[in-house]
């Protein structure tokens, strides 16, 4: 069983389009987020829910819309996409919030914006 | 705010050679730390962390990590190298006043030669 999948793991899409990226874990974890990891390799934090409330909200575009409808969920809605948004989005849970908390990722959904 | 320093984007050592990936950080408060591995096209799993109990961390995979307050360091080894050990390293941080998040460092790709 994968503890925390993503979907989909490829995503090529025109400029100017509507993407989502789903992510799922069966870990019980209480808090999920979103990091993004460009094209060398520097893994940045967008987002992370506790219980499905928004704790971290990093300094990024609000085309970026992440929702979370229970807490092993959490989706990331992109609108109007640009080509500066071409990365690897990770989406990753931890236990609880606290600072020690290991955090698990996902496998990673690669997007490509032509 | 806290912030790490992975010093050299690329290590390349021989296969059964000592591994040494090193990682400086900076923080206000009392630090947590983190070694994160991501195999090509994988999400980064956990390698070791450093919550303030012991100064020397032992990890997966044979590596381990030092903390050294004196000299802001959490440098990740291993004693002899393998060809499976080919991967990009993360070092961490966590434990600001703020909260919540963790920061990254850069990466260091360690390669292995045969």
């Known amino acids: 069983d994968t503890a925390v999948s993503q979907t989909p793991k490829y995503l090529v899409t025109q400029m100017g389009n509507d993407k989502s990226i789903k992510c799922e874990q069966n870990?019980?974890?209480?808090?999920m987020y979103w990091y993004k990891q460009d094209s060398k390799k520097f893994l940045k934090i967008m987002f992370s829910y506790n219980n499905k409330e928004l704790i971290i909200n990093e300094t990024v575009p609000n085309r970026f819309s992440p929702k979370s409808p229970d807490k092993a969920h959490l989706n990331l809605h992109i609108n109007s996409l640009e080509l500066g948004d071409s990365a690897v989005y990770f989406c990753?849970?931890?236990?609880?919030?606290?600072?020690?908390?290991?955090?698990?990722f996902g496998p990673g959904t690669r997007l490509t914006v032509l | 705010a806290q912030s790490v320093t992975q010093l050299g984007s690329h290590v390349s050592v021989s296969e059964g050679a000592l591994v040494l990936l090193r990682c400086n950080y900076s923080?206000?408060?009392?630090?947590?730390l983190f070694w994160y591995v991501q195999y090509p096209n994988q999400g980064l799993q956990l390698l070791l962390k450093y919550t303030s109990a012991a100064t020397l961390v032992k990890g997966i995979n044979g590596f381990e990590a030092e903390f050294k307050k004196s000299e802001t360091s959490f440098h990740l080894t291993k004693p002899s190298a393998h060809m499976s050990d080919a991967a990009e390293y993360f070092c961490?941080?966590?434990?600001?006043?703020?909260?919540?998040?963790?920061?990254f460092g850069a990466g260091t790709r360690l390669f292995v030669k045969a």
């Open positions: 990753a849970s931890s236990q609880g919030s606290a600072s020690t908390d290991t955090q698990y």
């Open positions: 870990l019980g974890h209480d808090t």
């Open positions: 961490a941080v966590s434990g600001d006043t703020g909260g919540f998040k963790t920061i």
């Open positions: 923080s206000s408060v009392p630090p947590y």
